[in-house]
């Protein structure tokens, strides 16, 4: 059967197209004032002050690395979750790496954390929250004292009782991309709730700033977008509910936290399969649906054996395929991948 069911679809409507032509007929397409509009709304949203909106998500990190002023050499704390563009930008920087197994809600252990500071002398923290999980405890990674970048690229809008994705970082980035709750069709963010590294941020992009800031045409996208996130994540938690009471119907797991305090995002449903991966793929597929591994592009897939150095981590590396989900799913759609996660095993 040929797939019907798109694994991503951007949430763009007529309105977000609206905005990128209001733009073009102002003729301020390039860096001006809707891309610093952008940066003090998604700031805000997260609880920072300022920050800086790049081209590039690959620049917006190795900025934010540079932000934090390590001395040359040094290593940087980061699970095995963690997507494979990390690796390229702290080596491109001149950095270690020091991979961690991670907890049961997906977040890097901080027992390994420990154990990296104390024997490999690490000196930040990279924490990326896959799929829409998010830590259920900020203090025991702040008593880490380390500084900490957070990804909510995948988190963003997850909630964990009173805890908000973006409330732990000194530094917290966000990619736009085209699957993401925000897309500006690509571009990053870097904000933060601290002055010496929201200076430090702007000092850097000063070197590169007519080529590297975000044109106003992509940010007025992310702009609508903030606006209505509400209305957006609702709609994809409807979908995440309906998806997560099927599934208790067969023989699936959910990857993400059954804590009734917690509440995910709708990134994506991913499921820990226990048959063959690829026989759950197909079957997927069988009936018009397009899923896909969930860490294929992780720093983590290539050491799905290592089940000694990452007892917690290796199952889901191996087993955990994602289905899609977003706002644009029609209702038959909805029933399609429905029907399939009661039968998935």
């Known amino acids: 059967m040929a797939i019907s069911i798109r694994f991503t679809k951007p949430t763009l409507t007529r309105k977000d197209m609206d905005a990128v032509l209001q733009t073009m007929v102002d003729e301020k397409i390039g860096p001006g004032e809707k891309k610093r509009e952008f940066v003090k709304l998604f700031a805000s949203f997260v609880g920072a002050k300022d920050g800086i909106v790049l ?52 977040q890097p252990s901080i027992e390994d954390i420990q154990n990296g500071i104390e024997s490999n002398g690490v000196k930040a923290l990279i924490l990326f929250s896959p799929i829409g999980s998010l830590y259920k405890d900020m203090s025991a990674y702040r008593e880490l004292q380390i500084p900490i970048i957070e990804d909510v690229t995948e988190s963003l809008c997850s909630s964990f009782s009173d805890i908000n994705a973006g409330m732990l970082g000194d530094i917290v980035i966000c990619s736009f991309e085209e699957d993401g709750i925000i ?20 000092k850097e992009l000063e070197k590169t700033k007519r080529y590297n800031e975000l044109p106003d045409m992509n940010a007025s996208l992310g702009i609508v977008q903030l606006v209505k996130i509400e209305s957006t994540i609702e709609r994809r938690r409807e ?50 649906i397009e899923v896909r591994r969930s860490f294929k592009d992780s720093i983590g897939f290539r050491y799905q054996e290592k089940y000694e150095r990452y007892p917690n981590a290796v199952g889901p590396l191996s087993r955990c395929i994602s289905f899609p989900l977003y706002p644009f799913l029609k209702s038959t759609d909805v029933d399609t991948i429905e029907k399939v996660l009661r039968h998935i095993g």
């Open 239 to 288: 979908i995440f509910k309906a998806f997560q009471q099927s599934l208790q119907k067969g023989d699936g797991k959910s990857f993400l936290s059954g804590n009734i305090n917690f509440n995910p995002n709708g990134f994506t449903f991913p499921v820990v399969v226990e048959t063959r991966i690829d026989e759950a793929i197909e079957f997927a597929q069988k009936n018009g």
């Open 183 to 202: 897309s500006t069709a690509g571009g990053a963010i870097a904000v933060s709730r601290k002055d010496e590294y929201t200076e430090a941020l702007k």
């Open 55 to 106: 081209r590039s998500f690959v620049d917006t990190l190795a900025y934010s690395l540079y932000a934090l002023e390590l001395p040359e050499h040094s290593t940087v704390a980061l699970s095995v979750y963690s997507p494979k563009i990390y690796e390229y930008v702290l080596k491109r920087l001149g950095l270690e790496i020091y991979l961690t197994d991670v907890d049961e809600y997906g």
